[in-house]
């Protein structure tokens, strides 16, 4: 196969020297092109047509995500964002991700070479997955500020009652899946089952992600903490970093936040929580597995099913990546595979109606 080719757009030089230096040890890839800023970039892009871009957020002559947005709706192609660990740059990758970048980087503040080094392999996937990914046109941006849900579908407009409490919905994503997630909550009533996400971000994202997913959703959305109740109505976020699982307390289910290991190469990791879900909650869970590269949570998502729990799978069309989905149909896991658009109609179905005789089974 051809190496993929790779244009690195970054203001420092340092950056794009590490950069480079990592994209061209790995044997597939090659870098063929760096620019300090996006004017020359436009025209490496338009000379070299490179298979994916890694772009830095904050650039002079023009900003990243002003690039972003015209290279998106001109010339759709895939683009892993750098972005700094802070709170302004944590926004703008979010906002980079709404207007299509498929995945991002985040540099330390401090010691750029260490870190992009120690990072490495993990740019690397990163780039992989971006040249695999499908690729749109940048939708209609989302409002700067809180705007009513998309109309819920009919059947999720009944009052959900007993079942909220009984219930849990498990959701894990990774690559495209800030945006994914997004589709299926904002579609949730406000009397849905808890939600518990996984969703691949590293530390310092994941409070702007679930203050603006919050913002968007009737059910409200927050980071994860320890020892919490699990609670209908809300869905908790795994904190970047840390794995996220469930406990039963009494006749509560608890959130428990942790530290350990990464599994499958990540934390926290879709198989803790979904692993979690299978021994605590068994025939009340609903597992979710949308977009994402590898196959953290297949496994998990199998023993979901074996514990009786009920499980769809987002399809491969409506996926920016068909990884984890993939392995989790391939395992045996999923009872329905549902465009994206469908998933959150489909939950309330099967919430409602024991026979799920609307769903497509697999």
């Known amino acids: 196969m051809n190496p993929i080719r790779v244009v690195v757009v970054d203001d420092s030089a340092l950056v794009r020297s590490l950069l480079t ?20 970039a436009r025209e ?11 772009l830095d957020v904050e650039m002079p002559k023009m900003d990243g995500l002003d690039f972003l947005a015209r290279l998106m709706r001109l010339r759709p192609m895939p683009v892993v964002m750098v972005s ?11 906002r980079a991700l709404e207007l299509g970048a498929v995945d991002f980087v985040a540099k330390p503040k401090i010691g750029v070479a260490d870190g992009l080094r120690q990072l490495g392999a993990d ?60 589709e299926v909550l904002t579609r949730l009533p406000a009397d849905f089952p808890a939600v518990m996400i996984t969703q691949h971000m590293p530390p310092g994202f994941t409070t702007s992600y679930a203050r ?14 320890d020892g919490q109740r699990v609670l209908p109505g809300h869905a908790y976020i795994a904190p970047g970093g840390l794995h996220l699982s469930v406990e039963r307390s009494g006749a509560n289910y608890i959130a428990r936040v942790h530290d350990g290991e990464p ?16 021994r605590v909650v068994g025939p009340n869970a609903l597992g979710v597995m949308l977009t994402g590269m590898g196959a953290d949570g297949a496994r998990a998502m199998r023993a979901m099913r074996e514990a009786g729990s009920w499980n769809v799978c987002q399809d491969e069309a409506s996926c920016v990546v068909f990884g984890m989905p993939r392995e989790a149909i391939a395992a045996g896991a999923a009872h329905a595979v549902l465009p994206l658009g469908q998933i959150a ?18």
């Open 21 to 40: 230096e990592i994209i061209n040890r790995q044997p597939d890839m090659r870098c063929v092109g760096a620019a300090a800023d996006p004017l020359v």
């Open 44 to 54: 490496m892009i338009r000379s070299l047509a490179p298979d994916v871009i890694t």
């Open 84 to 94: 700094t660990l802070t709170a302004r740059g944590a926004e703008t990758t979010l």
């Open 123 to 182: 740019i690397s996937e990163k780039i992989r997955a971006a040249a695999r990914a499908q690729i749109r046109k940048a939708p209609l941006p989302l409002p700067a500020v809180a705007a009513p849900a998309p109309a819920a579908p009919a059947a999720a407009a009944r009052p959900m009652g007993r079942l909220s409490t009984e219930k849990i919905v498990f959701l894990g994503a990774s690559t495209g899946g800030t945006e994914a997630t997004r």
């Open 212 to 225: 603006r997913l919050d913002s968007l959703c009737r059910i409200r959305v927050a980071e994860a903490e």
């Open 263 to 278: 599994v499958n190469r990540h934390k926290p990791s879709v198989d803790v929580l979904f692993h979690s879900a299978a």
């Open 345 to 362: 109609e489909a939950l309330t179905e099967q919430l409602r109606s024991t026979a799920g005789l609307s769903i497509n089974r697999v």
